[in-house]
């Protein structure tokens, strides 16, 4: 997804499919914005559009790694559902998930595991790039 004004791309977000366990799901970013363009509503507004589109299209959670700015939009911290990322406890303290149907809660419907994202988002090694 793109922001434009003009004809100008002034940011950017991206959902990806992705899976915890068996449970299909999406990732959510990278989100971009230029900078001239930070604070005003940009970054949000994309955010908020992509998760309107996960939940239109059924998808039952979204997960990200990102920071404190997300937790706004209902994303919360993913360790207490059991979930990771990678072995990686620095990589594990930053992903968070927001769960578009309340069945769909780790707690409740025994979603837990690794997140696996799509192919692009590792190495030939196998590394979450």
């Given amino acids: 997804m793109i922001a434009l004004e003009g004809e100008t791309v002034i940011g950017y977000n991206a959902l990806t499919k992705a899976r915890i366990g068996d449970q299909p799901g999406l990732a959510l970013g990278p989100l971009g914005v230029r900078k001239e363009y930070q604070n005003t509503g940009v970054g949000s507004a994309l955010v908020k559009e992509c998760i309107r589109r996960a939940g239109e299209s059924g998808y039952p959670w979204i997960a990200l790694l990102g920071g404190d700015y997300y937790l706004r939009f209902g994303f919360e911290h993913a360790a207490g559902d059991g979930i990771t990322v ?9 992903l968070q998930i927001l769960f578009l149907k309340e069945s769909a809660k780790g707690r409740i419907s025994g979603i837990s595991g690794k997140l696996v994202y799509c192919d692009a988002f590792y190495d030939e090694k196998g590394n979450l790039l």
Avoid: A, G, P, Y
Avoid at 86 to 94: A, P, Q, R, T, W
């Fill in 86 to 94: 990678s072995d990686n406890e620095f990589d594990n303290e930053h």
